[in-house]
């Protein structure tokens, strides 16, 4: 699959479905091809991907360092949608590098997207930013997500609500096989061509 990770034009990525399908685990295979990032570490399970810290002034310091594969790990009281703008922020000031955000539906959910996280998508391509972020559901999501996606990845899901979510951009077709997808199988949909197809485990 062709993905553009950083520089010019740089991917906005999504990956959607149930826990356990498989998603970071796609996810963390594309970002090892990636030599710079940031990643929001919300569950504490990336500490192989990087330099680890719980300080986000840390991270401007680490890159300045040459440190460019910065993991972060919210303390608990930054588990917050002020604490995960503050950490879009500090992405803002980066450039040629994924900024990956894990559970990004406890953060920007619809009619309620911080404000950095939107101009993170807005502009971050500008900066050589690509942008990946993963959601166990469509519901209630920030709609600017997928919108905005270059690439979705949906994992299998059986919502009612979520499958219709994802049918103003996937076909409908396709989407119908998403509940009895395989395990770790997923549909790729690539915006440039609006086309989707499944793929198997990588
Ligand atoms: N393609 C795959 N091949 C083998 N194991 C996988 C694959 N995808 C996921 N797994 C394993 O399944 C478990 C759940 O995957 P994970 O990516 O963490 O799910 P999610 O992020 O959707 O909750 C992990 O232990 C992971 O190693
Ligand atoms: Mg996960």
Redesign the pocket.
Known sequence: MKIRAVGENANILFFV?K???????LAKHMLKKVKQYLMWDENREHDDMGTVTTRLQDVILLWNMKKRKVVYQPPTEKKTQQGFNEFCLIALMLSNAVIYCEEVRLYAQSNKIPINFARLMDSGRFRGLGIWC?SRRMLRLAAEIPYNADHIFA?KQKRVKDLEALKDYIDEDVVDQIPNLPK?HFVHYIDETGTAYIHK??
């Open positions: 479905g826990k356990y399908e498989g998603k970071t685990y993963t994992f770790y485990p990588i």
